[in-house]
């Protein structure tokens, strides 16, 4: 059974059996690399023009499609149509496009955030999954699940190049000061680290067992990785290249968000989000959230993190200051929304 067909059926067996069947959704995260089944789906749709609010992209792997949630009313507003079982998304910075990445249909898709229609769809062989724009918007990063590699986009001319990484790339996130990438190595229980300017990669710094979504802070000085199997956050400070803390989570993170001067992982068999401070790296709280949270991501002005919970089709605000949850939206089916999700109106 292909990969991500397994974690749907996985999903469907849940909702039969109950939290035991949780075990058994592990496709992409955690479980084997059977090949992907090749899939265009081709459809452009139009939509009615969005209000000036703050948006979430949510990929919503069951249905093929992209939910993007009004955040002001928690509320799904619009749904369009992708294709090819969509994973990763990154918004860019300046908010005016959305990357998607298609694993089973080997396509980025290219979004016109303001005006919601796909602007175009470029192929890239592999099982393309994590994705991150570079800051300018110029650029964007996509990991080749199965070919070891980062590959580079050109938006204007389409151009593409690729340096080799480590196995099963996954997660993936540039330093806002735009000098570095990092790769989650999953396979090889390492980061990699790609120079931006030469595109070459000049570091491997080995972390815990399986990263999977990784983020780097503000100063572009620390990267953070979950590390599925070994239930665990690896604390990597960049110019040294090395680990300098290890963070205890729930069971199976999956992703980490930055906000407040806070770590926030989300924990997917613990249905779970743990949160961490910053400098003193404590356990401050676990927030029950709904069913295998995936994708984090935070508003532009830090108040807010996003969860998207994958088995119960919901995407949950909480308050990064209070750790209250504010409200919670229904989504497409699957929501992974593994990336930078969120569009900032201003």
């Known amino acids: 059974m292909p990969a991500l067909v397994a974690g749907i059926h996985a999903k469907t067996m849940r909702r039969v059996e109950g939290k035991a069947s949780k075990r058994f959704a592990r496709a992409w995260m955690a479980g084997t690399s059977p090949a992907m089944t090749a899939r265009v789906f081709l459809s452009i749709v139009i939509l009615a023009a969005p209000a000036f609010a703050d948006e979430a992209f949510v990929t919503a792997q069951g249905d093929d499609a992209l939910s993007i949630v009004d955040l002001s009313k928690m509320q799904t507003v619009a749904t369009l149509p992708i294709g090819g079982k969509p994973a990763g998304i990154a918004v860019s910075r300046d908010g005016a496009r959305a990357f998607i990445t298609s694993p089973e249909g080997k396509f980025l898709t290219v979004i ?18 994590g994705v991150a724009a570079s800051p300018d918007g110029k650029r964007v990063y996509v990991a080749d699940l199965y070919g070891r590699r980062l590959v580079e986009i050109v938006l204007t001319s389409g151009a593409q190049r690729s340096v080799g990484v480590g196995a099963m790339a996954s997660g993936v996130a540039v330093a806002p000061d735009g000098k570095a990438i990092i790769v989650a190595d ?24 399986h990263p999977f979504g990784v983020t ?4 572009s000085a620390r990267a953070y990785s979950a590390n599925v199997e070994s239930d665990d956050v690896s604390v990597v400070d960049l110019a040294s290249r090395t680990v300098v803390a290890t963070l205890k ?5 999956y992703t ?12 997917q068999h613990g249905d779970s989000v743990s949160v961490f401070d910053a400098e003193s790296l404590a356990l401050l709280d676990t ?13 532009g002005d830090g108040a807010r993190v996003y969860v998207a919970n994958w088995f119960s089709n919901e995407l949950w605000a909480v308050d990064a200051q209070t750790l209250k949850v504010l409200g919670k939206a229904e ?5 992974r929304a593994f990336g930078a999700f969120i569009r900032d109106a201003d």
């Open 112 to 129: 016109d955030a303001a005006s919601r229609t796909v602007e175009k769809r470029i192929p890239v062989e592999g099982g393309p999954l």
């Open 186 to 209: 999953r396979d090889d229980n390492a980061l990699s680290v790609i120079d931006a300017a030469t595109f070459s990669r000049v570091a491997t710094i080995p972390v815990g067992k």
């Open 216 to 219: 780097v802070d503000a100063f």
């Open 249 to 253: 989570c729930g069971s199976r993170p």
């Open 256 to 267: 980490v968000a930055l906000a407040k001067g806070r770590v926030f992982v989300a924990n």
């Open 287 to 299: 927030i029950k959230v709904g069913e295998y949270p995936e994708g984090l991501a935070v508003s």
């Open 331 to 335: 989504t497409g089916d699957g929501p």
